[in-house]
């Protein structure tokens, strides 16, 4: 009787196989809940072609110092913007790889640069903040000055930016003291501006308590943020045992949480040692309080809007390893093939920054 009934058993085995799905889908409340356990198509990979290569000290005219490429975005035209922040100028380069121009005087006059500078384009509009005076200096996509926005303080301003569709999202750090208590705290901020440089929206206001003495470092990462085509916020949650991201409408109401299986990542005293000598050589002492590793480093969406998560690893040498969702599914994890991890959407291309070589290279990708 085995005999007789194994072929039927074998099918059925393939056919329940075969039909099991890769996560768990649940609704409540109108919030849905999305729990993937493993990859949806493991034959997915991304597939990257580079299709020019930008060498700046070739492009920039000789007579035109660059030092470093300190924020480089794009243009919906395709015109190259690099903020130099030691020389004070953005050069702007064509899509088709010709110089167009540099702009940008160091000063504290009318559209001029100084202290701390941050760069972003939006809408063929370049947005450079100086931090430090908390305003925002626009100028049109050939340099021309347009604009000057002031804001109330430094923590309003928007620092450390990324574009993301018609949005800006910044991310502020500060040191607050009182005087009272004699307590400093560290403040951290994530805020959501449109393209007016319109704050709409608080997405993350953390304040942590820093005691006298030696500074304490936790392992704790701040959220990363994204914005769909659809305006939907994407925002990584503090993840160790397994990690999670939400999703939220622009006025910030919960639309989603998504969750992917992964295992604990001790911090290994080698990890422990590299923090604390980097923190010894700007004069810091601290006490280590890493345990384990955050699970999400980072978290981008690419032109289809997949999510590209930065998963932790074991070793930092495992740099171009990226888990890639697709409508909250997770549809596997894939190695890419860059020369740089240092990388950012824009338009329907990849551009990857080498900053000991001053070369941005655009490739396209599946």
């Known amino acids: 009787m085995i005999y007789k009934y194994s072929p039927i058993i074998f099918i059925l085995v393939i056919f329940f196989s075969c039909n099991k799905k890769s996560y768990k889908e649940i609704e409540v409340d109108g919030i849905r809940t999305l729990s993937n356990y493993e990859a949806n198509d493991e034959n997915f990979r991304i597939d990257i072609e580079r299709k020019f290569a930008y060498k700046l000290k070739d492009i920039i005219p000789s007579n035109i110092d660059i030092i470093n490429v300190d924020y480089t975005d794009v243009s919906d035209d395709g015109k190259i913007y690099i903020l130099d922040s030691r020389q004070y100028k953005v050069h702007i380069i064509g899509a088709d790889g010709n110089y167009i121009n540099s702009f940008g005087n160091k000063g504290i006059g009318p559209f001029e640069f100084s202290g701390s500078l941050n760069m972003v384009v939006v809408e063929n509009r370049v947005i450079i903040t100086l931090v430090d005076q908390a305003k925002s200096l626009i100028f049109d996509g050939n340099g021309n000055p347009l604009e000057e926005k002031k804001f109330i303080s430094t923590n309003d301003t928007p620092a450390n930016v990324i574009s993301s569709g018609d949005y800006i999202i910044s ?85 989603e949480t998504i969750s992917k299986k992964a295992r604990t990542i001790p911090y290994s005293k080698e990890d422990e040692m590299k923090v604390v000598n980097l923190y010894k050589n700007i004069g810091i002492d601290i006490n280590f309080e890493f345990k384990n590793k955050q699970l999400i480093r980072n978290i981008l969406l690419d032109r289809h809007d997949r999510v590209w998560i930065k998963p932790a690893l074991e070793t930092d040498d495992e740099k171009f390893i990226y888990d890639i969702f697709e409508n909250g599914i997770f549809i596997n994890r894939v190695e890419l093939k860059l020369e740089s991890s240092n990388f950012f959407f824009k338009n329907e291309y990849i551009y990857e920054i080498d900053y000991n070589n001053l070369v941005i290279t655009k490739c396209t990708y599946n």
């Not at 304490?216 to 659809?230: E, R, T």
């Not at 990584?236 to 409408?249: A, C, Q, V």
């Open 171 to 255: 991310y502020n750090s500060s040191m607050s003291y009182e005087p009272d208590t004699k307590n400093r705290y560290s403040i951290n901020r994530i805020l959501l501006f449109d393209n007016k440089l319109t704050n709409i929206a608080i997405i993350s206001d953390e304040k942590e308590l820093r005691e006298s003495g030696k500074s304490k470092i936790y392992g704790k990462l701040g959220s990363a943020v994204c914005i769909d085509s659809n305006d939907r916020i994407y925002i990584t949650k503090e993840s160790f045992t397994k990690y999670e991201f939400d999703i939220f409408d622009i006025k910030m109401n919960k639309l």
